[in-house]
């Protein structure tokens, strides 16, 4: 799943450039600790993409809904221990 959040992290508009390197860094980290069954890194990387694509839900379109399939994939993880 992480790997459809970065392929819907692409096609969002309007995302400043130092936003979307720190999501896109998060998020392969997150990738990295899932692979290793990381999972407290994991939650640890998730987190702040959630936070940062909550931010920007009031200025860029996707960015709430990306931010809920975020927050969703850290519920997941946390409940079966990814």
Known sequence: MIDQVRSDLAKLAGLPKGERNDI???LSRAREAAEKGDQPRLLEKLNPVR??????GGSVLGAHALAEAVGTLAN???SVGL
Request: hydrophobic share 50%; net charge negative; glycine share 0%.
């Open 24 to 26: 896109e860094y998060n």
């Open 76 to 78: 997941r993880a946390a």
């Open 51 to 56: 936070d940062i694509l909550t931010a920007l």
